[in-house]
Antibody, heavy 118, light 107 residues
Framework: QVQLHQWGAGLLKPSETLSLTCVVSGESFSGYYWSWIRQPPGKGLEWIAEIIYSGSTNYNPSLKSRVSISIDTSKNQFSLKVTSVTAADTAVYYC????????????WGQGTLVTVSS | EIVLTQSPATLSLSPGERATLSCRASQSVSTSLAWYQQKPGQAPRLLIYDASNRATGIPGRFSGSGSGTDFTLTISSLEPEDFAVYYCQQRTDWLFTFGPGTKVDVK
């Protein structure tokens, strides 16, 4: 059964770069889209970006200028970078899988709380 | 961008009661709509995809219906573990959006 395990720095200062990684185990890494989704404390969910094993990417236009998603197929992992973070980027960040030609996310990683504070 | 609205914001019910949650899209999404359940401190869990298909392992008391702009998630008889927040989600082109959620709490 596929499992997603994520990690990254949990406390950042304003203007720093957020960096998170998600490793996939238990199933083939290819043939899927891999996404990052975030949730500010007490609020709803926001899709950030996705990448497929070939390296093709899609970004939420509202975040595209500060976000970069990358993939390392040799390690079955993908990563997220968000530059110039502010307090508004404080959220739990989730990685998740989407099948080709499907529109939903399943499964999700355990989530990583990233706090931006001076 | 298609906006999803969910109602009510909070639904207060007792175990055993029927829960009916609504999700409305600002434009037609056909049947490209999913529902998720989220409990405190946990990641969302897929319940329903393509508006009416239960995900693997989801109990039969959960059902989804609708198409176009109006969708419904029904929990036929609430179990104690069903009290949670429920989100709908759609995809249009290369953008995915979520509704603001409905919290189902104990009356």
């Amino acid at each position: 059964q596929v499992q997603l395990h994520q990690w990254g720095a949990g406390l950042l200062k304003p203007s720093e770069t957020l960096s998170l990684t998600c490793v996939v185990s238990g199933e083939s890494f290819s043939g899927y889209y891999w996404s990052w989704i975030r949730q500010p404390p007490g609020k709803g969910l926001e899709w950030i970006a996705e990448i497929i094993y070939s390296g093709s990417t899609n970004y939420n236009p509202s975040l595209k200028s500060r976000v970069s998603i990358s993939i390392d197929t040799s390690k079955n992992q993908f990563s997220l970078k968000v530059t110039s973070v502010t307090a508004a980027d404080t959220a739990v960040y989730y990685c998740a899988r989407r099948q080709l030609r499907k529109d939903w996310f399943d499964p999700w990683g355990q989530g990583t709380l990233v706090t931006v504070s001076s | 961008e298609i906006v999803l609205t969910q109602s009510p914001a909070t639904l207060s019910l007792s175990p055993g009661e029927r829960a009916t949650l609504s999700c409305r899209a600002s434009q037609s999404v056909s049947t490209s709509l999913a529902w998720y359940q989220q409990k405190p401190g946990q990641a969302p869990r897929l319940l329903i995809y393509d508006a009416s298909n239960r995900a693997t392992g989801i109990p039969g008391r959960f059902s989804g219906s609708g198409s176009g702009t109006d969708f419904t998630l029904t929990i036929s008889s609430l179990e104690p573990e069903d009290f949670a927040v429920y989100y709908c989600q759609q995809r249009t082109d290369w953008l995915f959006t979520f509704g603001p959620g409905t919290k189902v709490d104990v009356k």
